[in-house]
């Protein structure tokens, strides 16, 4: 389990995170969100222990991050969004090279991505377009066997069979001993993928909840018109897309972009409305 507690970070005068909470649990593929700039990179990198927080902790299964041992780094693997990559190196031999440091890591399984996704391991990188290299080095991340998996954009630089091809071979790979956490802003790309879902701002967690709960508190209407205590609508072509609170309205099919623009819009309402499932009243 991660467990990120009361923490502060900044860049000099920048805040990025103002005593935040947070727990990312195995056998979830959790969906981190947020405009550009609030830290949903810093906050991988500080799970990582490439950052250290300047007050409260981020724990991984018992130890804290940034002391970077090894029985904790070989838990962990990161995969950013751009990764500067050896040229003449193929992604079997930059894999090779990574292999000493994860016991769990598996060459059968590395092959058999490579197949799934149609690269070839044995090919150069500085043959390979971009979107290529990004599927080897996703191959490479999901056979090293770790149990958390930090994914940064992903999805960036894939075609839509490529993306679908991704969507496809993490949902197979999840399992009761692994966390994934994506962070992205392309929410559209991994809709059906992730939950829960974080979403963050400036110094703050708006959500942090699974699609059940989000469903159960929030309902979202389709082909209706404009609803006045909307928390979010939007034009379609078949009628507008409201975002409202679910007064007994049943079960809802969730639109994670809607979601968003619900959050940020009216993010002290929402946190009110999902701290009552945190905090249930306490019986008489």
């Known amino acids: 389990m991660i467990e990120i507690s009361h923490l502060d970070f900044r860049y000099k005068r920048t805040q990025v995170f103002n005593n935040i909470n947070l727990r990312f649990e195995k056998g979830m593929i959790y969906g981190l969100l947020g405009e550009n700039g609030v830290g949903k990179t810093t906050l991988l990198k500080i799970i990582t222990g490439l950052q250290n927080p300047q007050a409260g902790s981020c724990i991984v299964d018992g130890q804290r991050s940034f002391d970077r041992l090894p029985e904790t780094m070989q838990k962990v693997f990161f995969l950013p969004d751009a990764v500067e990559l050896p040229e003449d190196h193929t992604p079997e031999k930059y894999l090779k090279e990574l292999l000493p440091f994860y016991p769990k890591s598996s060459m059968n399984d ?12 044995q090919r150069k990188f ?41 969507r496809r071979v993490l949902s197979g790979r999840i399992n009761d001993d692994t966390c994934i956490i994506i962070s992205t802003h392309q929410v559209k790309d991994v809709e059906n993928l992730i939950d829960p879902i974080v979403i963050l701002t400036q110094n703050d967690v708006l959500l942090n909840a699974s699609v059940a709960t989000i469903t159960e508190k ?25 975002v409202m609170v679910n007064d007994n309205m049943g079960e809802s099919q969730i639109n994670i972009e809607a979601l968003f623009n619900a959050v940020l819009r009216n ?17 008489a």
């Open 110 to 121: 590395f092959y058999s991505l490579m197949q799934e996704l149609h690269v070839e391991p």
């Open 126 to 166: 500085k043959e390979m377009s971009f979107g290529q290299q990004k599927k080897s080095l996703l191959a490479v991340a999901l056979c090293l066997g770790t149990d958390y998996l930090l994914l940064d954009e992903p999805t960036n630089g894939l075609d839509i069979p490529s993306k679908a091809d991704l």
């Open 218 to 242: 929030l309902f979202f209407e389709y082909g209706g018109e404009q609803r006045k205590e909307a928390l979010y609508s939007e034009m379609q072509p078949d009628g507008y897309m409201n």
């Open 267 to 283: 993010a002290e309402q929402v946190k009110r409305l999902f701290a009552q499932q945190n905090n249930p009243t306490p019986m």
